[in-house]
């Protein structure tokens, strides 16, 4: 469904994603984990065409399905942007307009792609809430932003995100901002939207407790590359690749027993 060849990123002169190669097929979860400034949101923003300037692909192809939109422009990123593929951040209080209510946004999502009367619109939009199994979706539709709870305001914009049933779904960091309960929520959401349409979801996080949760198979980016990749149970439990090896350390046990700080070398 999505496959990534030796995609190259740049702001300006300095590279910040090197060779990335990864692919996703229909239904699938990936999971990116890296530290921070390793290009994990850079690689994402890219696929979607949403990079900060002065970013650019430098190199490599984005197959969606066969077909390679890394060269398209950015009128044609906005017809597949929403449809094709959403994507959803880590403050998802930022990603909605606080001046509109939440059936508005719904509304503005779906009428950008498909010609859809108000009444079409709300009646898609309670569909998608109650995917997420809120609760008084049509009471919801009619609020503001600001008066949804964290937790709230991330499953709504994870059903807006879902209102015109894109293939792949994007998630920057989607639980970070949350606590425990809310994430795990939040998780849940994404699991089931994949059971129930297929979703393929390619989620940024640097929490290993959603990886081992979720995905299917995981990449670790360093730097700008992809420094392991494989299904999650390879690279949980047979790391090839030192700096895994120190981020699998890390994880907190069960048993109680304290986890290992991440090293602060720096690996080739
Ligand atoms: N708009 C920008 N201009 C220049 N450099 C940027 C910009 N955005 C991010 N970077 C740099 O790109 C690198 C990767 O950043 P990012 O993709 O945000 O990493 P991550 O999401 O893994 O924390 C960092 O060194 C960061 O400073
Ligand atoms: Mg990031």
């Not at 923003?45 to 969606?64: A, F, Q, S």
């Not at 094709?84 to 990603?95: C, G, N, R, T, V």
């Not at 009367?117 to 539709?141: D, F, G, H, I, T």
Request: aromatic share 4%.
């Amino acid at each position: 469904m999505l496959e990534l060849q030796n995609i190259s990123i740049a702001y300006g002169e300095k590279e910040v994603v090197r060779n990335v190669s990864l692919r996703a097929e229909k239904g699938e979860i990936v999971g990116i984990v890296g530290e921070s400034g390793s290009g994990k949101s850079t690689l994402i923003r890219g696929i979607i065409g949403l990079l900060d300037y002065p970013g650019k692909i430098i190199e490599g192809k984005i197959l969606l399905n066969g077909r390679n939109i890394a060269p398209y422009p950015a009128e044609k990123m906005r017809e597949i942007r929403g449809k094709e593929i959403a994507m959803i951040f880590q403050h998802a209080d930022l990603s909605l307009d606080p001046l509109w209510t939440i059936g508005k946004s719904f509304y503005e999502s779906i009428s950008m792609h498909k010609k859809i009367s108000k009444q079409e619109a709300m009646a898609c939009a309670a569909e998608r809430l109650k995917l997420l199994s809120l609760k008084n979706p049509e009471k919801v539709l009619n609020l503001y932003p600001h008066q949804l709870s964290g937790g709230m305001c991330q499953r709504t914009a994870i059903a807006i995100a879902m209102a015109n049933d894109p293939e792949l779904l994007l998630a920057d960091e989607p639980t970070s901002a949350l606590d425990m309960t809310v994430q795990n929520q939040v998780i849940e959401n994404m699991m089931s939207i994949r059971e129930q349409r297929g979703t393929t979801i390619l989620i940024v996080t640097h929490n290993m407790g959603v990886v081992e949760k979720m995905a299917d198979k995981v990449g670790v980016m360093y730097r700008g590359r992809l420094v392991e990749w494989g299904s999650k149970d390879e690279v949980l439990h047979d790391p090839k690749h030192a700096y895994t090896q120190s981020l699998i350390r890390a994880i907190p046990k069960m048993d109680g027993t304290l986890p290992q700080a991440p090293e602060r070398c720096i690996y080739e």
